[in-house]
């Protein structure tokens, strides 16, 4: 699929190990299994491909229509100072499945099953690197050591060095990792590497029908690597460039080399403004001031408040109203909204990894308030995109987010027919509002908030109040639609 199919998508971020035990269905590819899934073990609990297929539901359930997946291809399997591999990125030979994940035909089922679903398969893929114990030494010789590695002449990598994040040649040709587990930097210049990547991902995403690609370390490598490498593969790239900076990443965009990026610079934003009561809410306004204004096309970012490699967001930030804050920042921002599983059972172990990457398992797939919370995000979106829901002549994806208003504590933004209208107040009730001057409604209309379903009135001029003093409630989230577009939409039923 390309960036157009993607665009209106809603992605599930996956650890294929962590996600499912194995079953009747879906036998273990590891064993023996531990016995509890415990992260600080670094080793595998036991989830495979087949096993994610037994719980598509539950993804589906909570509106989901893509979901990333771990990288597939083979990862050196033995003991390192880092115990295991089960994270999938420590890939030795990109051209191989990983049988810890299970067989061809096991990858080609749950392709299938997510595409009888209309759901997307998107793929990690790791090509910057291969990881090794030995090879820091051995780099220049002539002879490397790296067992069932796919590259093992000297000059498919780039010679040892450890990254100056403030360079980028050094980013791009010196050596993820450290001494324990060294990411040896393969040479992405080398003209028999270039070709052996590009008709590998040719191949794996028509042979597994894969939908989308997520691009592991994209910074790491040269931009025009990319273009001919996302063209090879033929669907939609996002990559994975980790920073603050949002001229760079946005660098990957205008320079045409794939169609978008995680949106980590919108992810510090809203860190910024709803990681703590009373954070810091201009940093969030100016961050996606500047990515609406950089971004050649904000509306195809992936936003995310957690990932794999970052902390859990109720581990740094405890409070349920922020998170429902946060989250509806990620849904109703421009980009394609993706919630790491876990997220929507409010997981807070992990201040970053291996912590954040329990087993999903222990919570039982709990109907927790916030996997509702996020199924009413995707049920908001997916309605305004079928319906085709306009304001001013124009509809959910076609229009780009603008700041309506802000104060220290709130931020007022609209998409398309939605106004977006948050704070970072926190949980309890406090005897204060927030007037939003001009909501872009007409005085003496009504609107319905899409979260509570609840109808407010639109005074002169436009504005719109919300108050806080709602005992139990406090710093709630709200999504304005105008009165007969909640009719339209059916979110709240009859309204
Ligand atoms: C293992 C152990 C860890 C141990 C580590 C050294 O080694 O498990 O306990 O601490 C995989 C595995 C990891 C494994 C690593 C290394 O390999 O998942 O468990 O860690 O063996 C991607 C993936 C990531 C993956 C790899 C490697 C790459 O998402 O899961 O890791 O294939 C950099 C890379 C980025 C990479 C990330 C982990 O490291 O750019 O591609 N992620 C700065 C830099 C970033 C840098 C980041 C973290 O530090 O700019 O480029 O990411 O090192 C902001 C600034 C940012 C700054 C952050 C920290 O602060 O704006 O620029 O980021 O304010
Ligand atoms: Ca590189």
Redesign the pocket.
């Known amino acids: 699929a390309n960036a157009d199919q993607w665009k209106g998508k809603s992605i599930y971020q996956l650890f294929t190990d962590r996600f499912a035990p194995p079953s009747a269905t879906a036998p273990a590819r590891t064993s023996p299994l531990p016995e509890t899934c415990d992260p600080i073990q ?1 080793t595998w609990c036991g989830g495979t491909w087949l096993s994610i297929i037994d719980k598509l539901d539950y993804i589906q359930g909570m509106g989901f229509d893509a979901v990333w997946i771990s990288p597939v291809s083979q990862n050196i399997d033995v003991y390192t100072p ?1 115990n295991y591999a089960y ?1 999938g ?2 890939v030795n030979d990109p051209l191989v499945l990983n049988p810890r994940f299970g067989s061809s035909d096991d990858l080609k089922a749950l392709s299938n099953a997510l595409h009888a679903r209309g759901m997307y398969l998107m793929v990690d893929v ?1 090509v910057n ?1 291969i990881p090794s114990l030995n090879a820091y030494d051995a780099v220049n010789s002539t002879a490397l050591k790296l067992d069932g590695s796919l590259w093992t002449d000297p000059s498919e990598f780039h010679p040892q060095c450890w990254i100056d ?1 403030s360079n980028q040649t050094s980013v791009e040709n010196c050596w ?3 001494d324990k ?1 060294a ?1 040896m930097d393969v040479n992405t210049e080398n003209p028999t590497v270039v070709s052996t990547l590009n008709s590998w991902i040719g191949n794996l995403t028509s042979t597994y029908g894969i939908d989308g690609l997520r691009i ?2 994209a ?2 490598v040269p931009g025009t690597f990319w273009t001919r490498f996302c063209a090879a593969s033929g669907v939609f790239c996002i990559g ?1 460039v ?3 900076d949002i001229n760079f990443a946005a660098s990957f965009q205008t320079e045409k080399w794939m169609d978008s990026i995680l949106g980590y610079p919108l992810y510090y934003g809203i860190v910024n403004g709803f990681g703590t009561p009373s954070g810091n809410m201009s940093s969030f306004v100016e961050i996606a001031q500047q990515t609406l204004a950089t971004f050649p096309q904000p509306g195809l970012l992936g936003n995310f408040i957690e990932n ?2 970052l902390p859990r967001w109720r581990n740094t930030t405890t409070d349920s109203q922020l998170a429902y804050n946060a989250m509806v920042a990620q849904f109703i921002f421009d980009g394609l909204p993706i919630v790491y599983y876990g997220q929507e059972q409010d997981f807070s172990h992990g201040a970053g ?2 912590y954040n990457r329990a087993a999903l398992w222990p919570s039982n797939y709990a109907n927790t308030t916030t996997y509702q919370h996020i199924r009413r995000l995707n049920d908001i979106r997916h309605a305004v995109i079928t319906n085709n829901t306009q304001f001013n002549g124009k509809n959910f994806l076609d229009s780009q987010t603008t700041i309506v208003a802000s104060t220290k504590t709130d931020v007022a933004f609209r998409k398309g027919p939605l106004l977006a209208v948050l704070t970072n107040r926190g949980s309890p009730s406090v005897a204060q509002a927030f007037g939003v001057p001009t909501s872009g409604w007409s005085a003496q209309s009504a609107v319905i908030d899409l979260l509570s379903c609840k109808q407010h009135a639109v005074g002169s001029g436009g504005a719109i109040s919300v108050s806080y003093a709602a005992s139990g409630y406090g710093g709630m989230p709200y999504i304005f639609v105008s009165q007969t577009d909640a009719a339209a939409l059916k979110i709240c039923g009859d309204v």
């Open positions: 670094q880092y994270h990125y420590w790791v690197n994040y993820l990792g450290d587990v990411l592991d370390a910074k790491h994975e980790y920073g603050s794999h490699d990894d291996p």
